[in-house]
């Protein structure tokens, strides 16, 4: 469904340029529309977006459409190696400045994808794009000492381009003081991104340019004066800027978090590894972690995956816990179904029809958005940031469910997924059962989730019911063979609880009221949320279907792949 939403808002006659957000609630029909950030950050994390989703599915619908789309993307690399927005203001007024300018939060997310795709296809022009862009970061950053930082003040005055760089440089080149600096009052949000996508691509191709850039950036980034509360501090004998502690864009930090863990796993750097940690620890106290709802919009979720993801797979912390948690609830339930249908075009009733605009759009809208991810947690809008993290999440803990080596798989997670090695079908939430089918492995390790009374577990190969053997939360399985079917069962707890949900700030404006809901969880699925998360959200209403004790089964064709890709 992914791919269809990057298909379904991406316009021909806007050049391939991708529509970046819209409204269910506000006329009838729902509209849609471009905005500045689509081409200068938003559509290269849709990009990104793509390339895992291919991976994992194997679809081939739209290919042609695609190529046009990336052929436009690449056709704005400079021969700077930087990203381009040259504006067309008669055709695309929203684009607002008449001069190309760089957008620097677009460069990391670009480098993201190119490396995405580098990977998922072989081409070495990927490779010759990456290094070109590093060549090209370096001209954007003003170095000092030890370390690097990229410039804030640019030549216009207005958010989004605040901070963009043009062909007459920067406006000043002062360092930043705090994290507020930047877009959306944020530094992070709009720079985060950066050293940790020179990082990986140091990893993957021993790029020596980019690894010295990203921990340039780095040391700057961890500097104590952008975390904790600058001016008021943090909790007494806690030093929270030690232990990545912040206050601020929630976006922003997570995406610095995860650059940082970059350059830490390239360097091999245990202090830095530690405070990334600290710093996913303190993230996951806003909101409602249990669920994986982090802020309102459908981005927060998908990041967090990711971070807890890697964390976990390189031994720093075990938060698989948490990802089954994040997945299983906010990071689906904000996705835009086609079961959602009723409701979004229930939202224009008796709504006033769109004033006419080159920059509303009104066709199919509610069809052209299933895959996407919602920008409110009452699902009456969408953004093309909201969109591509959503579809990442779901990439993250595809990824994340089932690794093998040498033999060996380990099951992280119990979702659908099918592998080279080991096909897994999963019947949990709806009962305590998964069955692997195995193909290559000679030895499983299957995470049991937390809550589970290890007594109660069962394991058969074939008829034939096998001992208990556990590392830690893991439920091993030897002597395994191709064509083994390996069932395992166990009860699923229900149980109800009470849970304060703090205010959230909303996109369209004001902050959610603090409520206390109640939950009803079977095992870590909320079947059931009282009152709902906003007033008329559909989130979380509709699944006492989980409650059953049989899961529903569908015939479909599976696709697997060997591809790992580093992300």
């Given amino acids: 469904m992914g791919l269809h939403y990057f298909d379904s808002v991406t316009d021909e006659k806007l050049d391939y340029e991708m529509y970046f957000g819209g409204d269910f609630d506000r006329n009838r029909p729902a509209t849609m ?47 700077d190696g930087l990203l381009w927005i040259t504006p067309d203001l008669r055709r695309k007024p929203w684009q607002k400045i008449n001069e190309p300018f760089v957008m620097v939060h677009g460069q990391g997310r670009m480098m993201r994808a190119m490396i995405a795709w580098y990977q998922y296809t072989g081409d070495p022009a990927w490779r010759r794009r990456i290094d070109k862009m590093v060549e090209g970061i370096e001209k954007l950053v003003v170095h000092r000492d030890d370390y690097a930082y990229i410039p804030v003040h640019g030549f216009h005055d207005e958010e989004y381009l605040r901070s963009c760089y043009t062909h007459n440089g920067w406006k000043d080149t002062v360092e930043p003081t705090d994290e507020k600096f930047g877009e959306e009052g944020s530094l992070f949000n709009h720079q985060g991104h950066i050293p940790g996508a020179l990082a990986t691509w140091s990893v993957l191709t021993g790029n020596e340019r980019a690894l010295r850039l990203s921990g340039q950036l780095v040391r700057f980034y961890a500097r104590p004066k952008f975390w904790a509360d600058s001016k008021s501090g943090d909790y007494p004998f806690v030093n929270g800027a030690d232990h990545a502690h912040w206050q601020g864009h929630f976006h922003g930090h997570v995406n610095t978090l995860r650059a940082i863990l970059e350059y830490a796993l390239a360097t091999d750097d245990k202090r830095l590894m530690e405070f990334v940690r600290d710093g996913y620890e303190w993230s996951r106290q806003v909101g409602f972690a249990k669920i994986g709802y982090f802020d309102h919009q459908g981005c927060a979720t998908g990041r967090m995956i990711g971070l807890a993801t890697k964390l976990s797979y390189h031994g720093i912390g075990d938060y698989w ?71 990442m999440g779901l990439f993250y803990a595809w990824d994340a469910t089932l690794r093998y080596e040498e033999g060996v798989v380990r099951v992280n997670l119990l979702l659908n997924r099918a592998s080279p090695w080991m096909d897994i079908d999963s019947h949990v939430p709806y009962e305590g059962k998964v069955v692997l089918r195995n193909k290559a492995a000679r030895e499983a390790f299957v995470r049991i989730p937390v809550g589970v009374d290890r007594r109660s577990v069962h394991c058969s190969i074939g008829q034939a019911e096998i001992p208990k053997l556990w590392f830690g939360n893991y439920f091993r399985v030897v002597g395994l063979r191709p064509n083994d079917v390996v069932t395992l069962t166990f009860p699923l707890k229900e149980t109800t609880g009470r849970w304060t949900i703090p205010g959230i700030p909303r996109v369209k404006g004001g902050t959610m009221e603090t409520r206390v809901h109640t939950c009803r969880f079977k ?45």
Wanted: charged content about 25%; overall charge negative.
């Fill in 321 to 391: 816990e948490d990802v089954d948690q994040y997945i299983r609830n906010h990071g689906s339930e904000m996705q835009f179904v086609p079961e959602d249908k009723p409701f979004l075009y229930s939202l224009s009733e008796g709504k006033a029809p769109a004033k006419p605009s080159a920059q509303l759009v009104t066709d199919h809208v509610v069809d052209r958005v299933i895959g996407g991810f919602s920008g409110q947690a009452d699902k009456t809008a969408f953004f093309l940031c909201c969109g591509p993290h959503g579809n």
């Fill in 33 to 79: 529309y471009p905005h500045l950030t689509s081409l200068g950050a938003c559509q290269e994390k849709a990009l990104e977006a793509i390339a895992f989703e291919r991976l994992m599915s194997g679809s081939t619908a739209n290919l042609d459409r695609e190529a046009r789309m990336i052929d436009m993307l690449v056709s704005m690399l400079a021969d």
């Fill in 523 to 567: 095992g870590n699925t909320l079947v059931e949320l009282s009152p709902p998360l906003v007033d008329g959200s559909p989130l979380f209403q509709d699944r006492r279907r989980f409650l059953g004790g049989k899961a529903p089964m569908v015939k479909v064709s599976r696709f697997e792949t060997p591809r790992v890709l580093r992300w």
